[in-house]
Every structure is written in C-alpha cells, then in structure tokens.
C-alpha cells in the first residue's frame, strides 16, 4: 500500500503590520514610522501606498527588540520613587492633628 505524503501547511514568511503590532506590542503608527526613517525593513509587494510585508525577525534584525532569549524580567521591588525631595505631607513623620475636645 502506498503512503500519500501529509502536506504540512506552509509557514508564514511575513507578517502584515497589524500581525507584527500585536506580537512586537508596538503600534502600527511607531512600526511605519520606523519603516520610514530606515529602522526597519519592510517590504510592499504592490508598490508605494501597499500594505507593509516584514519578515518575523524583522525588529530583532534591526535590534529595537531584543531576541526573546535576551528577554530578562526584572525583580519587583516595589513603586519606583522620583528623584528629589519628598513632600512634607507624604513623610512618615508628619504628624496627623485631631480637634481637641
């Protein structure tokens, strides 16, 4: 009995802008932005005014995303403060008044 080879579904070698704007978390105005001032490649298989074709590294390559293996999370430490002086209200020491009776 002869096998029939399984066809595998071709992978996508591009991605529309909206696509990589959802994975990247980057808006499709910052992603054509870049493509305008030369950060990213892209491709527009219709000639000028046609959707954005990038490739699935497209932001790696250009190094504006880190490689998801460089991806580090760092610890929680807390609300970041404001460099500066803290307010007088906001010390610890402050002093809360209640009306004498």
Do not use: C, N
Not at 76 to 87: C, D, N, V
């Amino acid at each position: 009995m002869a096998r029939t080879p399984q066809l595998v579904p071709p992978q996508k070698h591009y991605l529309d802008i909206d696509e990589l704007s959802a994975l990247s978390g980057l808006s499709t105005s910052t992603l054509r932005r870049y493509v305008r001032q030369g950060k990213i490649a892209a491709l527009q298989p219709g000639g000028p005014g046609s959707r954005l074709l990038f490739r699935p590294d497209a932001l790696e390559a250009a190094a504006l995303l880190p490689a998801a293996s460089e991806i580090v999370t760092p610890a929680s430490s807390g609300p970041r403060r404001l460099p500066g002086r803290q307010p007088g209200w906001m010390s610890p020491t402050t002093k809360i008044l209640t009306p004498k009776q």
